[in-house]
C-alpha cells in the first residue's frame, strides 16, 4: 500500500490510497482520479516531506488514521456533496464558538479546573490544551473535547 499527499488545480490538499506506485498513473489514465471537493481531474502527487518513524523515547500522542484502507478515487458526486456540506457543518460549529465561547488561549486546562472546583464563575470557554493537561482534566471529572481542524475558506486560498 502506497499513501501519497495529493493536491488538485483548485489547491485541495487531500490524500490517495494505491495499491502501489503505478496505480497513481494508471487511475490519472483512465480519469479516475478525481478531487472529493471540487470533482477535478486535474490531480497530481503534492511534493512533501519524507514521513518519519519517532523515537521509541518520544511523548509525541499518536491519533488513528483519517481512512482506513479505502482510496480517495471511489468517491462519487453524492460524496463530494457530503464533503462540502460536512465542511459547511464545521465552519458553522466554528463560527458559533468563536462568537460565543471565551477564548482563554493556552490556559484552558486552568480555566476549566477553576470553574470545575468552583474557584471561578461557570464560563463557556475554548483554548488549547496539551493531551497531559486533557488527561489531567478528565481524572478531575472535567469534560473537554477537541473541535475538529477548522475548514480552509476557499475564498481566501490564492
Not at 21 to 45: I, M, W
Request: with cysteine.
Amino acid at each position: 500500500m502506497v499513501i501519497y499527499d495529493l493536491i488538485c488545480d483548485a489547491r485541495h490538499e487531500f490524500e490517495g490510497w494505491f495499491n502501489n506506485s503505478g496505480d497513481l498513473v494508471s487511475q490519472q489514465e483512465q480519469a479516475l482520479l478525481r478531487c472529493p471537493v471540487c470533482d477535478s481531474l486535474a490531480v497530481s502527487k503534492k511534493v512533501t516531506a519524507p514521513k518519519l518513524s519517532k523515537k521509541s523515547n518520544s511523548t509525541l500522542v499518536s491519533y488513528p488514521q483519517q481512512r482506513q484502507g479505502q482510496p480517495v478515487t471511489n468517491l462519487n458526486s453524492s460524496s463530494v456533496e457530503a464533503y462540502s456540506k460536512l465542511q459547511s457543518m464545521l465552519t458553522q460549529v466554528h463560527k458559533y464558538i468563536e462568537s460565543n465561547f471565551k477564548d482563554v488561549g493556552n490556559k484552558f486546562a486552568d480555566e476549566a479546573l477553576s470553574m470545575h472546583r468552583g474557584d471561578k464563575e461557570l464560563n463557556s470557554i475554548r483554548g488549547t490544551a496539551t493531551a497531559e493537561e486533557l488527561k489531567g482534566l478528565a481524572d478531575e471529572g472535567v469534560t473537554a473535547l477537541p473541535l475538529p481542524v477548522k475548514p480552509v475558506d476557499k475564498k481566501k486560498l490564492n
